[in-house]
């Protein structure tokens, strides 16, 4: 899981070079690539999505319940897809493959399930937007703060932050009009050609640019 997290990771940054040496766009990839595509240890996240359900609704304010719950699904669904993935990636031990990027895109095959890679994208686009449309209730970033103190007692704090995090993260974006949808339109149309490249593109080929995105990354 670490390995393929770790890659996937790198991944996503060496996509996303461009936006990252970019205002106003640096700090959403870095806020996409620490809570959705890095290669945290999100087992204290686990633990609290597990009571999820009961507390969401006492402690949170309405407005964000839905985002809470779409971030849960969200990553429930990733687990699942990056376990597969590294089972597909542990039977290939002892195996002629020379670089974890040919090793990555031959588990991707192997895991296949293109509805669930879609649906994952989707999830993450619209969580993004869930993001977005927090931004503009008047009032919400200080019910946020307010809500400290409580989801920490209640043994929420990680997702606390990411609320807060994600909120600060659109709302710098929304200071200028259309950015938000901007960005999230470039992830859509930058996840879905790595999506269909891994599914259906040559293998060497997908593994061969993996690998220079990777070396972009670094």
């Not at 974890?100 to 669930?116: F, G, P, Q």
């Not at 946020?144 to 209640?154: D, E, F, G, S, V």
């Not at 950015?179 to 050609?193: I, K, P, W």
């Amino acid at each position: 899981m670490a390995e393929v997290k770790r890659l996937q990771g790198g991944r996503f940054r060496g996509t996303y070079f461009d936006l990252l040496k970019t205002d106003p766009y640096r700090q959403a990839v870095q806020f996409f690539l620490d809570e959705l595509y890095g290669d945290r240890d999100f087992a204290q996240r686990d633990l609290q999505f597990a009571r999820i359900a009961g507390a969401l609704q006492r402690i949170f304010p309405k407005e964000v319940v839905a985002t809470a719950v779409a971030l849960a699904e969200l990553h429930a669904l990733s687990e699942k897809l990056d376990f597969a993935m590294a089972h597909a990636w542990v039977r290939m031990e002892g195996l002629p493959v020379r670089t974890d990027a040919m090793r990555y895109v031959t588990a991707w095959r192997k895991v296949a399930n293109k509805d669930s890679r879609t649906r994952q994208l989707k999830s993450v686009l619209a969580l993004g937007y869930e993001l977005e449309h927090m931004t503009r209730t008047t009032g919400l970033r200080l019910m946020l703060k307010m809500m400290r103190r409580p989801a920490t007692a209640a043994g929420l704090g990680d997702l606390q932050r990411f609320l807060e995090s994600g909120f600060d993260t659109f709302s710098n974006m929304a200071r200028k009009r259309g950015v938000s949808a901007e960005f999230l339109r470039t992830v859509e149309e930058r996840e879905a050609t790595w999506i269909a490249r891994l599914f259906d593109g040559d293998p060497v080929a997908c593994a061969t640019e993996l690998q220079n995105t990777l070396g972009q990354a670094r």
